[in-house]
């Protein structure tokens, strides 16, 4: 099966700050990569899918890049309200979560 | 609207059965896979397996394969989720989701003695 492996696994930023998220599949996965944010005691909430597409609604400060092993989330500008855990996930092969960045207030 | 409505908390005894319900309204049941992921209280997401409603087939994560069951009834929309053998690792929050975009209310899942 597919392993993710997502870094950092917690990161400490500010208001305004630039925030990006690396995955790596352990296989080629192509595009089939999505992102979510989950607050706590909330569900999960999808903001970009085939790596690089905004879902609907999600704000534009969210954007993803990659292809194939490699992918980068990014929070351009971020806000108050970002602050949560994000996840990749690849559907290419069934589907694998990796396990999840914490950004919380520096 | 495209809503996931789940069967509400359950307690189980090791060794027990659950039997999670996931009720779609709104239009495409039958349209789409629909996945089951879990996450333990404090830790990340899980991949459990995927329903296909059109036709009942399936695909399960190998950490799952052996334990869970997946079903869907086309006549109520609905998805259901078996897992056997339960064990205490196994208490959880479990969620139905639809392509990501859509998202069940989650079923806390506690299985204890």
């Known amino acids: 099966d597919i392993q993710m492996t997502q870094s950092p696994s917690s990161l400490s930023a500010s208001v305004g700050d630039r925030v990006t998220i690396t995955c790596q599949a352990s296989?080629?996965?192509?595009?089939?990569v999505n992102w979510f944010q989950q607050k706590p005691g909330g569900v999960p909430k999808l903001l970009i899918f085939?790596?690089?597409n905004l879902e609907q609604g999600a704000p534009s400060r969210f954007s993803g890049s990659g292809s194939g092993t490699e992918f980068t989330f990014t929070i351009s500008n971020l806000q108050s309200e970002d602050f949560a855990t994000y996840y990749c996930?690849?559907?290419?092969?069934?589907?694998?979560f990796g396990p999840g960045t914490k950004v919380d207030f520096k | 609207e495209v809503r996931l409505v789940q069967s509400g908390a359950a307690v189980k005894k090791p060794g027990e059965s659950l039997t999670i319900s996931c009720k779609v309204s709104g239009d495409g049941f039958t349209s789409f896979w629909h996945s089951w992921v879990r996450q333990v209280p404090g830790k990340g997401l899980e991949w459990v397996g995927r329903i296909n409603p059109t036709d009942s087939s399936v695909n399960y994560s190998p950490s799952f394969q052996g334990r869970v069951t997946m079903s869907a009834d086309k006549s109520i929309s609905t998805a259901f989720l078996q897992l056997s053998s339960l064990q205490a690792s196994d208490s959880a929050m479990y969620y139905c989701?639809?392509?990501?975009?859509?998202w069940g209310q989650g079923t806390l899942v506690t299985v204890s003695s």
């Open positions: 989701a639809r392509l990501g975009r859509h």
């Open positions: 085939d790596a690089s």
């Open positions: 296989q080629d996965v192509n595009i089939f």
């Open positions: 996930q690849q559907y290419d092969r069934l589907v694998t």
